[in-house]
């Protein structure tokens, strides 16, 4: 009786205390989970070619996550094996990641992923994912690094799963909107034919997007639904017009416009159509962006005759010079109390110029470079302010950037074709 | 009796290991068994209206561009063709990152007024189009401010010649309409532009 009831102390003790294994990769563990992810082999021929490119957009994902070390172990398993943990655990793997890839449908593919937690010798993910067009297959992977990454309760990557909207150039004065994922893998024209250039997301849904199109007699604002391609027209004006942003609420938007071929920034309002001048210097003032709850721009003038960043209230008068470093800052992106510009830090008309990111502060001395070499433009903070969108392009290669600042690492997406001329997220 | 508080004791430790063993739990899934869900992408990417679909491998090759080099001693000039008349008007440069005229551009700004306006002597209604233009340095945005500026120069340089402001149309393309695309101080000055276009 007395060992019975040891025995039982000894299961109870266990159970209660049982080692949650997950908790401890992330508070015992100084360097980052080991995870390996394998192919299964004994996934469909036919789906073979998206195997290893479904598998690579993975890993790519979780290096990118910044919460993982992938490791490249060549294991050669079926699906339903049993992994070989100890073997695992020679090589210090924590998790192990094997994917199944199907066809679905006619032209679709269907994935199976299983994770195990290597140091409880346990299945903790069972999972399938299914797309009816095979093209779509970068999705499959950035759901399985989310779920991954989530289960391990690292901080949210989800923003993988969202679209990325940009225009590239193909000809002169011909260019054309795309929608893509992050990896610049998967892409779809939503627009084409002529010059249309610069769009933006019309809200966080991703549902519809301004861009400018110079396809009629005057550059002219558009909105376009992104699901049934209807558009219309927002605003024309002489010489130029770009929506730069969008305020919180998708309300009101901030316009570079030429109406009297003077290029200004202007908030507009989409519910009552009313238009307010913000910047009135006789010069360049372009690229503004929502701060302080939508209530101030901050944006790029020329008025100390090169391109700098400035602030100004809408309705007042007083313009407040917020970068003091660089004599070429053109371009700007707002989070909170950061903002992240491009800065040309060579003055050569004569050959190659270099352009850097560097992230401010408004409201103490913090301010960091994020990059180093090439031409870096077009800052995009994210949603989550964790993370910077960016276009670089060096010789010949246009590549979509992205920076994880709380990593201090930085990603290169090269676009296959074109020119990147402007991107949203 | 020490028997009976032992049992109760064991029974009251069971309940508690239960219970408590419940919120510990760390095996969710057997193996072998279907995945726990199936689940869509295409619940987004699906609907999106457009054409070209694709998933772009790495074989594909970036575009080359079609523009040529520059052959005839860095003179851009635009030809319009009103009514079988041909009307050349050169185009006006301009410095890094400027948007002013230096004097031998004001001077071929002045002639293609002359030219301009004997024209619409002859076509009441004729236009002007000023199309700014910029090289590939500095951001997109910025550019086309800059290019929109540098046609409102060449404007206030028609109309201190005399045009009428009506007749004249201004765009810019920034940096989407260079004239050649070679890495060298030739080709980004043949860039940085104002072209002149008329418009019948």
Redesign the interface.
């Known amino acids: 009786m007395i060992r019975s009831v040891f025995l039982f102390f000894i299961i109870f003790y266990n159970t209660i205390f049982a080692i949650d294994a997950r908790m401890e990769i992330i508070k015992n563990k100084s360097a980052l989970p080991k995870i390996v992810t394998a192919v299964s082999s004994d996934s469909i021929n036919i789906a073979n070619e998206y195997q290893k490119k479904i598998v690579q957009i993975i890993r790519k994902d979780l290096e990118v996550s910044g919460h993982f070390e992938n490791i490249e172990l060549d294991i050669t398993n079926h699906f339903d094996d049993i992994p070989q943990y100890q073997a695992l655990r020679n090589q210090n793997i924590d998790l192990y990641l094997v994917v199944q890839v199907q066809n679905n449908l006619q032209n679709g593919l269907k994935v199976n992923m299983k994770l195990y937690d290597v140091n409880s010798n346990n299945i903790v993910l069972h999972r399938a994912y299914t797309t009816s067009s095979a093209v779509r297959y970068p999705f499959l992977s950035h759901k399985i690094a989310i779920e991954v990454n989530n289960y391990l309760k690292a901080p949210a990557i989800d923003w993988m799963d969202k679209f990325v909207i940009f225009s590239r150039y193909l000809d002169s004065k011909t260019s054309e909107i795309v929608v893509s994922d992050y990896t610049l893998t998967y892409q779809k024209v939503v627009v084409k034919g002529g010059l249309n250039i610069f769009p933006k997301w019309a809200s966080k849904e991703q549902k519809e997007f301004y861009y400018t199109t110079y396809n009629y007699l005057k550059p002219t604002l558009m909105k376009q639904n992104l699901f049934t391609s209807e558009s219309k027209k927002i605003l024309s004006s002489d010489g130029m017009i770009v929506c730069s942003d969008v305020s919180s609420d998708g309300s009101k938007l901030v316009l570079t416009m030429a109406p009297n071929s003077q290029p200004d920034i202007y908030v507009y309002d989409t519910i009552s159509n009313l238009k307010t001048r913000v910047t009135t210097y006789d010069g360049i003032d372009v690229g503004g962006s929502f701060v302080e709850n939508d209530s101030k721009i901050v944006f790029v003038s020329d008025r100390l005759r090169y391109p700098n960043i400035f602030a100004k209230r809408i309705n007042s008068k007083g313009v407040e010079r917020l970068v003091y470093h660089g004599k070429n800052n053109s371009q700007c992106s707002t989070y909170g109390d950061y903002i992240v510009y491009s800065s040309r830090e060579t003055d050569n008309e004569f050959g190659d110029n270099t352009f850097n990111l560097y992230l401010i502060s408004t409201y103490s001395d913090y301010a960091r470079r994020l990059t180093t070499t090439g031409k870096n433009q077009f800052p995009k903070f994210s949603a989550n302010g964790e993370s910077i969108l960016f276009i670089k392009n060096e010789t010949n290669k246009s590549s979509l950037g992205i920076t994880r600042i709380n990593y201090n690492k930085n990603f290169y997406f090269p676009l296959k074709s074109g020119k990147l001329q402007s991107i949203d997220w | 009796m020490i028997k009976g508080t032992?049992k109760s004791a064991?029974l009251g430790?069971?309940a508690v290991?239960l219970l408590?063993?419940c919120s510990?739990?760390?095996?969710?899934?057997?193996?072998?068994?279907?995945?726990?869900?199936?689940?869509?992408?295409?619940d987004?990417?699906?609907?999106?209206?457009?054409?070209?679909?694709?998933?772009?491998?790495?074989n594909?090759?970036?575009?080359s561009?079609?523009?040529t080099a520059i052959t005839n001693d860095g003179v851009n000039s635009i030809q319009s063709d009103i009514d079988g008349v041909t009307v050349i008007l050169e185009s006006v440069h301009f410095g890094?990152?400027k948007y002013n005229l230096t004097d031998d551009m004001r001077n071929i700004a002045t002639t293609n007024f002359n030219k301009i306006s004997q024209t619409q002597q002859s076509y009441d209604g004729l236009k002007v189009k000023l199309e700014g233009n910029c090289d590939e340095?500095?951001?997109?945005?910025?550019n086309?401010?800059?290019?929109?500026?540098r046609?409102?120069t060449a404007?206030e340089a028609l109309v201190a010649d005399g045009m009428d402001p009506n007749k004249i149309?201004?765009?810019?393309?920034g940096e989407?309409?260079?004239?050649c695309t070679q890495?060298n101080?030739t080709c980004?000055k043949m860039n940085r532009r104002v072209d002149y276009r008329l418009l019948p």
């Open positions: 032992l064991v430790v069971c290991a408590a063993g510990s739990k760390n095996v969710e899934y057997e193996d072998g068994q279907s995945a726990q869900s199936t689940q869509s992408v295409d987004k990417a699906a609907g999106i209206a457009g054409s070209d679909e694709r998933a772009v491998d790495g594909e090759t970036m575009k561009s079609t523009l890094f990152d340095w500095g951001t997109d945005e910025y086309y401010a800059l290019g929109l500026k046609a409102k404007k149309v201004m765009v810019s393309y989407s309409n260079p004239i890495k101080t980004w």
